[in-house]
Every structure is written in structure tokens, then in C-alpha cells.
């Protein structure tokens, strides 16, 4: 009985391996957004907002909230959480207005996906406000909070 098994294993791996070898298993969908290589590059945060979101309005909101440390102790790694009680949010980007490439994160989101909460690990170079921005229902908002890094990071 395991020898049946292991065969019928065994067949099927073989063709699975044939038909991956012969490009039958290609993906006919893919699922990654492309890099916005322009807001990345850009040297001011307007330009970079203008790069990923089409426009650099946005307009405080108390529905966008951020959480930075107050103090860093290390501006290679500084934890933000951006989190938001708005419907239908497509994208969240986040901006250190010194650092030398100020956009420093974003997440593009499919329609009728999850809610709109993201963290990640940035790098500082120096004190400076840290912004992100929330795009929702076609409006951009913005919350912000000043870090102070005490210990060097993009900068030295």
C-alpha cells in the first residue's frame, strides 16, 4: 500500500516538473504593483507626493493616526504604525521630511481589501517630522509626529 502511494507521488511530481519545465505553469496574473521608482528618487516631499499620488494637497485628519517613538534611540531603526478609521483606502505612504530621499515607505491597496493599518522599520538620518499620508475615497490625508534620533542613521 505505501508503494502505491509513493509511486502516484512520485508520477505526479514528475509532472508537475514536466509542465513547469515546458512553461505550462506560467501565472497569467500578477499581483505586485509597480514600483513608484519617481517618488522614491525625489528630492523634496512634494515632488514625491506629486510622484505617488498624483497631487501634493493633502489635509490633517484626526481619522489618520501615527505612532513614532518620541525619541530614537538608533535612526536606523525607528518603528511607525500608521493606522486609520477611514472607508476605502487605496494607499499609505510615509515621508521624513530630512532625510535625503524623504519618501521612505508606501503600500498601494486592491479595492474592498482589509483596513487600512501599516508598519514598518524606517531610517532616519536626523530629528525631522515624519508624515503619512492616507489616501481615501480619493482625498489624500495626512497625520504627523517629530522624531528626535539621537544616534546616527542615514547620515552617519
Known amino acids: 500500500m505505501k508503494r502505491r502511494i509513493f509511486l502516484k507521488g512520485s508520477m505526479a ?3 508537475i ?3 513547469a519545465g515546458a512553461g505550462l505553469l506560467a501565472p497569467t496574473r500578477v499581483l505586485a504593483a509597480a514600483w513608484p521608482e519617481a517618488a ?3 528630492k523634496s516631499e512634494a515632488d514625491a507626493l506629486k510622484a505617488f499620488f498624483g ?3 493633502a489635509q490633517d485628519s484626526g481619522d489618520v493616526t501615527l505612532k513614532a517613538p518620541l ?3 538608533n535612526g536606523a531603526v525607528v518603528p511607525i504604525k500608521v493606522m486609520t478609521s477611514l472607508a476605502d483606502v487605496e494607499a499609505i505612504a510615509v515621508v521624513v521630511a530630512k532625510n535625503p530621499s524623504p519618501f521612505v515607505t508606501s ?3 486592491a479595492a474592498g481589501s482589509a483596513g487600512g493599518m501599516f508598519s514598518a522599520r524606517v531610517k532616519m538620518g536626523q530629528t525631522s517630522p515624519v508624515n ?7 482625498k489624500v490625508y495626512k497625520a504627523s509626529q517629530e522624531v528626535k534620533v539621537t544616534v546616527g542613521g542615514c547620515g552617519g
Open 13 to 15: 511530481a514528475g509532472a
Open 17 to 19: 516538473a514536466v509542465a
Open 40 to 42: 522614491f528618487t525625489a
Open 55 to 57: 497631487s501634493a494637497d
Open 71 to 73: 525619541q530614537a534611540e
Open 107 to 109: 503600500l498601494q491597496m
Open 132 to 138: 503619512c499620508y492616507v489616501k481615501a475615497g480619493g
